[in-house]
């Protein structure tokens, strides 16, 4: 039996079909005499009417389809003409094939216009569709009218190319005399007199009227309707709106672009697509955050993500983690599947997102799911992808000089400043048997090194032990379909991926999701949404982190191989084995029980840091349309997870100092929105219009963190469980936050002879995060306009610019309070009498005891207030062939939340208070060309550019203020008074009264002893510039993206000098003059010596081990030379695509298409930067972009998916 999609709609739902909502669109789009033909009109089953066909080719292709309305009344076509269509058929093969048997014909007056007229129309040169006055008089009209006629004639042509437009209709206003233009556009009218006004109207242009005025030839120029014509976009409530009529930005990105990606990772699809959107990846590990800012940092304190609302209700997009250590950060974000987004809409500006208030300020991200389509067919859509990946570039190591200092080796040392490795004698190492020595589980035997002979090096094998290539596969399944009535879309994804290091490092992903609407009639309808994500992954430790396997491998000597890193520890050949012991380079042996760091297998092999995650994210809409120009919504939702994390660290790492520990933590968050809104439209005559929009929202978020760590083992190898440790060793953590908000907001849009647009809006809100006696409610207003100055008859006939549009807009958008911050918080006391006596924990006795805490306050928090303008123009050359957006925007964020320090005598540290004063201002452009489209060949260029500068304005009094996210003891990132927001703060060189460095006596570069600003890694510019071919069944599909200007900390590359691992310290010159180290040895020329020369001002100087590891390295006090420019370009996505879909083919398969493709991310890097892909995050933070810290690489992926329509 065949299953259609009615088969599936009506049990699902359990609905009974009503009135259909194709008639009920013509309803409320035609006069009352047109409602009362179709009211008659029976439609036939599995037909459709052309009129909303045509709308849906309309929006699909973003083109207007003109034509006499009763050209098309009534008209219906069979389903299945529909369904055989080819899926990227092009418009005019669509045409072709939907009027094919009902001798209607188009044509195409110009680029993303088509004029449709009844055949045999055009070998009528007369205008022979003219109505017969005296057929159409009124039943009171008189018989005198005949021997009183007025003959005029003219012709009806396009405004943009003069083209004639056949159908039009003309009408004598206030009677029903007309007639219609021919195929030339020519017609001819008898009218009573010349003293009535001729109506001119066409589905796709702008209704003219036009007084006769003893006119007998009038000629008319028919102006493109920009609603028609223009990019639907979804506005901040949910509404679909064309672009055109707003005087706010905004960037669109559909689904397919997301998809085409290859990214499992929806904010990683989005990288190079939109302007003013800087999207900083952590890592290239399975399942990373990603950090996304829009138009530059807005607070310091609070959440700095956008806010995302996906079909009308806000989620949560959460970043776990945000510090320098530990694993890679993960976002709730990750949770929604690619493959379901149908588009993604960025709200950029303040009067764009102004409507949702407090949580605005950093930008509004509209994400809509895919949804059925009408059609009574079940649509079946398979795809699989493949991805193979590989890092990208990883820092250099050294493979000349083996482990020890000073030029001799020492199995034991720390660096790998030892030996020359080819002077070595050779053969098996000279070991000592009769003592210690460790037992790898393979039972290789390793005793303490008298004599080094080996000149093996296993700096390859070590990075193939660590690194493989990762992959993922990507199943996703959706069925779709409906009818008139009901709708539905389901979805299934899976994602199964390995990250490029080995061990621990996965990453799983299954969603569900359905979406369904249903029209009960005219006046009801019911959408509901519901998705279940689950996901689990298993995370390595890098970053600032000892435990961490790039820690490990970073420092690791050419001359020790990592392979055996786990066996038993014999203090004696006749002693007992401890077991589980762990080998490195720095515990060869594995004598100690807590090394200086973990051998990188042992990091990767060993800990254990997943994280297992539920979501439900649900939502139901009721729309009730009460009047035509009236509707009603209630809109509800309620997004809710459980994070289950589990951290695992064995007796023997160094997390723990060697005793183990164990953490398990559960992450509960919930989100409750409810919205009622109703919307108005109201026209005023046929050149003025007006939308009106009244709403309430309530939302209600709730955090609960809970966990316990226990700490010393009590037994080494006992399962994980709490019971392992004694009471003092463990720690639990109980965490819970709730904040509540509740806003009304209102907004009213104006237009004025489809040329002039005025949009208003204001929202007031409150919420329990703000202070008990600040105000109780804020305001956020916002307007904008915009004007399409093309509409002015002076330029209406330009062949070059034929659409222009001058913007502005003005809003207020805000950040709230952290939760409970307003009041002065106490905390559970821990009393210390080290080292002279034991911790007394205050809540392990009797009733327990609480401290107050050392910030106070704040009864008169409020919102940060974020106020910005912004101008801008929209233009479009060639016949829209040439499209390109510019817009300039200064915003300025007031009463921004910091941490003021307090004088001593109040007996706090610290308030949280509004005080600082932040500003951002820049420039926007994007561009889109389409250089060829002709037949089966279509080819277009597309960019965007973006310049923000940030600027602090104040901080209360101090000049600088720490950010979370950078990296402790090495390199902060601040805020500082006149300079860019998140400038990197460090050590620094000492300058002289010139600027050039000041040196020491052997002509080295000294040190500031106060710290300062050492570099700013905001870029200056970035952008992206792509290009798409198409040939026939093939696609391809070029992206480039780049940063320019923004600074980048190698603090790995400094650690790595301070251990002599790097390749720069494996470097060997020939001295031809005498030269001194750094402390200050001279050596004489024509030595040979580890090291390279450099001059710093005061002539060359030899930097060896013993500036490496003093001032030269990492660890020293002067971290700004480690800082270079961090410009990158690449090639960020290549994509091939080819697709099966001929009528014969589908004729065999029973398929309607398969389509082949193959992607490439990442393919080609150019950057100065040596070492790890300079696109970076350290802590997913804004402070933690462009600092590398033992970062995991980043990657290039192959990518080959396979996709089959039924």
Known sequence: MKITSKMLCYPILGLICSQSPVEARIMASFPKTANVLLDAHQKRPNHVLLKDCLRDLETKFNVS????????????????????????????????????????TYQKSREGFYVLYKEGNSSNKQAGNTINPSALLKADATESYQNKAFGISGKVVDKVNGAAIPGVNILLKGSNIGTTTDVDGAYRLDVPTTDGTLVYSYIGFVTQEIPIANK??????????????????VTALGFKEAADRLGSTSSKVSGDAITKSGETSLINGLSGKAAGVQISRAAAD????????????????????????????????????????????????????????????????????ALWGSRAANGVILITTKKGAEGNKMNISFTSTYSADQINGYHPFQNKFGQGSAGLYNPNGANAWGDKIDARAGGADDVNTTGQYFEAQDGTKYYPIIKKNSKETYNQSNYDKVFRTGSYYDNALSLSGGDQKTTFFFSIGDVRQKGVQRGNSTYNRTTLRFNAERKFNDVVRLAISTAYTKSYSDRIQRGNNLAGAMVGLARNPADFDISDYKGSYYSSPTASPILGRQRGYRSYLGAVINPANNNALWSLYEQQNSTDVNRFMNSAELGIKPAKWLDIIARAGLDTYTDEQINYFPVNDITGAGTGQYQEQTTREAQVNGDLLARATKDFGSNFTSTYVLGFNINNRKYNNMGVTINNFLVADAPANFANATSLNRTPVNLKTEVRTIRTYATASFGAYDALFLNLSAAAESASSFGALSEKTFYYPSADVAWLFTRLKSIEDNRVLNF?????????????????RSNTIFSSTVYSANPWGDNLVGSQFGNGAYSQGASLGDQY???????????????RFFNSRLRTGLTYYNNKIRDVLVPVTLAPSTGFATKYTNAAELQNKGFEADLTYDVIKKGDLTWSLRGNFTRNRSKVLDLAGTQSLYLVGGIENFLDARAVVGQPTGVFWSSK???????????????????????????????????????????????????????????????????????????????????????KNYAGKTLTAGSTVRGNLQDFGAGPVLMDESWYTTLGSGFGSLKEQFVEDGS??????????????????????????????????NLILWTKVVGIDPDTNLSGTPAGRNMDYFNSPGTRSYIFSLKVNY
């Open 65 to 104: 389809i003109a034509y006499q309305t009763e050209l098309l009344e009534n008209v219906e076509i069979d389903s299945k003409v529909i369904n055989s269509i080819e899926k990227d058929a092009s418009i005019e093969k669509r045409l072709d094939r939907i009027l094919k048997d009902l001798k209607i």
């Open 216 to 233: 007998s030839v009038i000629d008319v120029i028919l102006n493109e309707n920009v609603q028609a014509l223009s990019e639907v976009v």
């Open 286 to 353: 399975p399942g990373a955050a990603s950090f996304i800012q829009i138009r530059g940092q807005n607070t310091l304190t609070g959440n700095t993500q956008p806010l995302v609302v996906v079909d009308g209700i806000p989620i949560s997009s959460t970043t776990e983690g945000g510090t320098s250590g530990g694993v890679v950060p993960q976002s709730r974000l990750n949770d929604i599947n690619p493959n379901d987004i149908a588009s993604m809409q960025i709200l950029k500006g303040a009067s764009a997102a």
């Open 804 to 820: 222009g549009k001058l913007r502005a807009s003005y809003g207020v958008v805000g950040v709230q309070p952290l939760p409970y």
């Open 861 to 875: 928090l409020k919102p940060e207030r974020k106020t910005e303008y912004e101008i801008g123009a929209d233009l």
């Open 989 to 1075: 060189y000492a300058l002289n009264d010139d600027g050039t460095k000041k040196l020491d006596a052997n002509g080295f570069p000294t040190a500031d002893p106060v710290t300062g600003v050492v570099g700013d890694p905001n870029p200056d510019w970035i952008g992206g510039f792509g290009t798409s071919l198409s040939y026939k069944k093939f696609s391809l599909d070029v992206l480039f993206e780049t940063s320019q200007g923004g600074d980048y900390f190698s603090g790995t590359r400094g650690v790595m000098y301070n251990f002599g691992t790097h390749g720069d310290t494996g470097n060997e010159v020939t001295l031809t003059q005498d030269t």
């Open 1128 to 1161: 990158w370009t690449r090639l960020r996505q290549l994509s091939l695509s080819y697709r099966l879909d001929s009528e014969k083919f589908r004729k065999v398969t029973k398929l309607q298409s398969i389509e082949f493709s193959a992607t490439g991310r």
